[in-house]
């Protein structure tokens, strides 16, 4: 038995981390400093926060059975809960709604590939999109993201 206001029994009691409040200015800064640097970036984080994302999000995740695409090319089955864009929203902002350009990656491949887009499409801050030719195919983007 638990008691309150603790979330762990005693035997558990060493994984329950102490609660540190955010600071609130800081994440107000980031929001509104660094995230919504421009008004393009400022138009991704709006989209983010709108119910036809949370929707288009839902339905991704369902209809790819909350698994990793990446790591399903490469015959393994990973959970994944992050719906990513196959090609970035701040290179192609036309496709930011469009069921063909989402994916259900895990935390691993979604790092991996947000690395691989700084490189090729010059995504991210500080950096200048480059004039490429936008990557369609999971497939490929798999490859290259692993460096296959």
């Excluded at 029994?9 to 102490?18: I, L, M, N, P, T």
């Excluded at 990513?84 to 930011?96: A, G, L, Q």
Aim: aromatic share 8%; hydrophobic share 25%.
């Amino acid at each position: 038995m638990v008691e309150l206001p603790k979330h762990y029994c005693a035997k558990h009691s060493d994984q329950e981390r102490v609660y540190v409040p955010r600071d609130k200015q800081a994440t107000h800064r980031y929001n509104t400093v660094t995230r919504n640097r421009d008004d393009d970036k400022r138009d991704q984080y709006n989209f983010y926060r709108t119910k036809q994302w949370v929707q288009l999000r839902q339905l991704m995740l369902d209809e790819q059975h909350y698994l990793c695409q990446y790591c399903k090319i490469d015959g393994r089955v990973v959970v994944g809960k992050t719906v990513d864009h196959i090609v970035p929203m701040e290179f192609s902002p036309n496709d930011k709604a469009s069921t063909d350009n989402l994916a259900v990656t895990c935390s691993r491949c979604h790092t991996i590939k947000t690395k691989w887009e700084r490189s090729y499409y010059g995504t991210g801050q500080g950096n200048t999109l480059k004039r490429v030719s936008p990557v369609r195919s999971m497939a490929m983007v798999n490859r290259l993201m692993k460096g296959k």
